[in-house]
């Protein structure tokens, strides 16, 4: 379906309803797992099928319609956490007091690092595991978000992360620290509660 | 309890733990990790939580939200729209 060139307005318009019909929830589905609530990953799809059809006379069937369709979304994703990450640049680095290290950069007392058992051979448990995990991720700011989604998800590393989104690695490192302390005090909070 | 006569803080090890998973330490940076852990069971519990949740990342379970027909058919006229009747060359993706 759709790969060859197409000229007819009709029959553009039918074939761009064909792969908005076949393509939409998969993509966003992809979307949604990467950016931080439903209404942004709507409106990134949104953007995304609009580009798709102001391009669709220049689509010429190189890669496939699927291919072409997630090589505009990821770059609507990196857009919309480019200008976040220009503002995480410029204002967020300017935090209070570190709710977790105390002045002289120790476990706060009462923040200590609980332990917690998870057993991984019970796949009952590991599901409920990745369930508070999903949650709790859910809660970090959109940055840290974002960059533990590419890290994670995307397997990409510092360098690639901050290529992408403009970051310098001083501020990835602070926000994947960040990241990485919040969401496993939600997780010891959620999963020792549960 | 917190020990405080380690070469390197819990913050700092915390930052070596992280950038330890792309293999970007020192050797002298290797050392002082290895050696705040074997002292510090708080940073001990975090390297092995840490390890716990980007080992089960990957693996949470997708959402499974769709869209009706009447969504698709909004997405086809907003895009139609949005971007003029007539589909384009800009040739921009």
């Known amino acids: ?194 | 309890m917190n020990e405080m006569n380690q070469s390197i803080t819990c913050k700092h090890a915390v930052g070596l733990i992280l950038r330890s998973e792309e293999h970007r330490l020192t050797q002298e940076q290797q050392i002082a990790l290895k050696s705040h852990l074997k002292s510090c069971s708080l940073c001990r519990t975090f390297d092995k939580q840490n390890q716990d949740i980007v080992q089960n990342f990957p693996h949470v379970e997708d959402p499974t939200a769709v869209f009706t027909r009447e969504e698709k058919d909004e997405i086809v006229q907003v895009a139609i729209r949005s971007a003029g009747q007539e589909p384009g060359e800009s040739g921009e993706e």
């Open chain 1, 1 to 194: 379906m759709g790969s060859q060139p197409v000229e007819d307005e009709s029959a553009i318009e039918r074939m761009f309803r064909n792969w908005v019909n076949e393509y939409s929830d998969p993509l966003f589905l992809y979307a949604r797992k990467r950016l931080p609530d439903e209404e942004t990953a709507r409106d990134v799809l949104q953007d995304s099928f609009v580009a798709a059809w102001r391009n669709i006379r220049s689509y010429r069937g190189e890669t496939s319609v699927k291919s072409w369709l997630y090589i505009i979304l990821k770059s609507r994703i990196i857009d919309h956490y480019r200008k976040t990450a220009r503002a995480f640049e410029t204002e967020e680095l300017i935090e209070p007091a570190d709710p977790f290290f105390d002045e002289t950069s120790h476990w706060r007392e009462g923040r200590y690092p609980a332990e917690w058992v998870v057993q991984f051979r019970d796949p009952v448990e590991v599901r409920d595991f990745r369930r508070v995990l999903k949650l709790c991720s859910r809660k970090l700011k959109e940055m840290q978000y974002a960059v533990f989604v590419m890290k994670y998800l995307d397997g990409l590393d510092s360098e690639e992360i901050c290529e992408s989104l403009g970051l310098s690695v001083s501020n990835f490192w602070v926000l994947m620290h960040r990241a990485k302390v919040r969401l496993r005090a939600c997780m010891e909070k959620n999963w020792l509660e549960k």
